[in-house]
């Protein structure tokens, strides 16, 4: 009888904690959809002048800086497309000079991403240069968090005016030179 009790109070306590554990998760939920809620509506809509902003500094992020013309890498959609408009509302970047490129594990489909790409970035896959194919370390033993499916995507545009400019406009918002 003694055992049985012991075996009661045990399962009960992992039916208590199973339970505080998912308040904890959906109290946690709660508040995060709160404070994204909040969040948005303290930005609120973005001007022109917002966007512009807005670009220059995911460009400072994730920008090319070097001399050899303007580009930019991102696996999320959403910002790849928030720049590529960036790129035609501000830069005036005619449509054919825009190229792509995709960095992709081996073990993922390349076609599918290309497409994938095209339609997100709103440019042809002829315009794409050829993808980097990177080998997948089976035997390696960093945890990777994120698997991106379609890759990493980068917009590139081959003009050194465009992004001698670009770099002004981050001395603009930094308020010293970058190089």
Avoid at 4 to 22: M, N, S, V, Y
Avoid at 52 to 81: R, W
Avoid at 145 to 152: E, T
């Amino acid at each position: 009888q003694l055992e049985g009790l012991r075996k009661k109070k045990l399962k009960g306590a992992e039916r208590g904690r199973i339970i505080g554990a998912k308040k904890q998760q959906r109290d946690r939920v709660k508040r995060t959809k709160k404070l994204l809620k909040q969040g948005k509506k303290e930005v609120g809509l973005l001007n022109k002048r917002d966007r512009f902003i807005s670009g220059i500094a995911l460009y400072l992020g994730d920008g090319l800086k070097g001399d050899k013309g303007v580009g930019f890498s991102n696996s999320n959609p959403k910002i790849i497309s928030f720049m590529m408009k960036w790129l035609r509302e501000f830069c005036k970047v005619p449509e054919k000079k825009f190229r792509g490129q995709i960095w992709i594990h081996d073990n993922l489909d390349e076609p599918k991403a290309k497409k994938f790409w095209s339609k997100v970035a709103g440019i042809s896959v002829s315009q794409f240069t050829k993808s980097y194919i990177a080998k997948n370390k089976i035997n390696s033993k960093k945890i990777r968090k994120q698997l991106h499916r379609h890759g990493v995507f980068a917009i590139k545009v081959h003009d050194v005016e465009m992004q001698r400019k670009i770099l002004g406009w981050m001395v603009g918002v930094l308020g010293e030179k970058l190089l």
